[in-house]
């Protein structure tokens, strides 16, 4: 479970003090997808730096799992815009790579590997760096990274942004029965709303100037394939487009 | 291997065309001061083992110690003013007072602190390419994105984890071009420092050669040095192509 109260974040910029965030107050029950939603600068991938334990300078409180927050304690598996690949490492260490640094590698967790690999079809990539993959199979990468940790929360910061709407589709699908699997509590940056409605069983609609959460719907369909085709999730995502919409105007 | 051959074949044409363009040079001046090639190289096989082998030996041991003196040093410095931004704000001038001061001018003080053996002409390479290694490391560093970082930290990685897994190869590529810019300098300054206080080296022999105006020897000794910078410019392409991987795909 992620608790965050009152969190309040501020930064200095030429002489003059910016509130990011202000009185955030955020549960994210254990198991669940929390989706974050809101406006082009609310402070959405703030927040989750401040859950990430990549912020140090915020007032309020983060807690995972009913404990302060301690990234020496806790596994944390944190999935950035640009999928955190690292351009000199192989696909096979870069997958590798959070297990190594939070635990050490031990042969033991080469058949889980294996298995996620197999499951994303990354068997014969694992000689190629990086920038030898598509979008696509970077994320993928970046997926496997992540789920091999067995994390205790898994934070992704817009991870399908940057893919193509086929691809971006697909990728979100590939997640969704990752998940399933593992039940990781997870909060999940996007601006896309179709996204937050089809993996977000909460989605936390944020207004900006200063960023806080506006709203938090309880989404009973998330993960359905059949809801994404019907005139209910198109009306769905047309009323947060509509809201969302009105918190821009709003800040500006 | 068809990839060595096309380097090999580029190395081949490289060195003919200087080579035509000496034999040019030769043709058209007929002078002793440049003599031909062909007559340089026979000169070469003559007296390399028994004249010039022991002078390139003393070159590349000052060239290998200034630069691995400048590494131990420079290397460690260059992560700290790139990784932490405090230590970095006090180092900064103190590298920005001292880089732009030329190194040369203080030969006679280290001359007569270091004397005139080895001592002084390896701490007057490690003194000019020290500074090449420190800011390109510190650079290198800078020029990380910050999003890098991050799945590292989230994790609660400590420094030795992001040393080992960001700052070192992320800066591989800057230290070797440093390196490699520093090679070039170390070879000229080496040049210069060892016209005196020695009887070894390639500086020594090539001017020793003018003096006597032997210019064909002079000239084995020019050959020598371009080899020499070829053999250590090879090197470091062969490192880099190992280390570098990532980079050349």
Known sequence: MIEVKNLAVAYQRLQQRNIALQDVSLTVPQGTVCAVIGPSGCGKSTLLKAVAGLLHDYSGQVRINGHEFNPQKLRIGFMPQNYGLLPWQTVEDNIKLACRIKDGWSEAKSGKMQELCRKLGLENLLARYPQELSGGQQQRVSLARVFLLEPDILLMDEPFSALDA??????????????????????????????????????????????????????????????????????????????????????? | MKKRKVLLRAYLLGMLFLLLLWQAAASLVQLPIIPEPCLVFERLGEIFVDKIAVHAAYSLWRIVAGILLAVLVGYPLGIIMGYFRKADRYLAPLVYLTYPVPKIALLPILMLLAGIGELSKIIM????????????????????????????????????????????????PNFITAIRVAMATAVSVLFFTETFGTQYGMGYFIMDAWLRVNYLEMYTGIVILSLLGLLLFGLLDILEGRLCRWQMK
């Open chain 1, 166 to 252: 086929i691809t971006r589709e697909e990728m979100q699908d590939v997640f969704r029965d990752l998940w399933e699997e593992a039940g990781i509590t997870t909060m999940l940056v996007t601006h896309y709303v179709e996204e937050a409605l089809y993996l977000g069983q909460q989605i936390a609609l944020m207004s900006a100037n200063p960023g806080t959460i506006a709203e938090v719907m309880e989404n009973k369909w998330q993960g359905s394939r059949e809801w994404k085709t019907t005139t209910e999730f198109f009306v769905k995502s047309q009323e947060l487009k509509e809201k969302i919409k009105a918190m821009g105007a709003r800040k500006r």
């Open chain 2, 125 to 172: 390479i490690f003194l000019i390419v020290v500074f090449q290694i420190v800011v390109a490391l510190r650079d290198g560093i800078r020029g990380i994105p910050a999003e890098t970082y991050y799945p590292l930290y989230s994790l609660g990685a400590g420094f030795r984890q992001v040393f080992r897994h960001i700052l070192v190869p992320a800066t591989l």
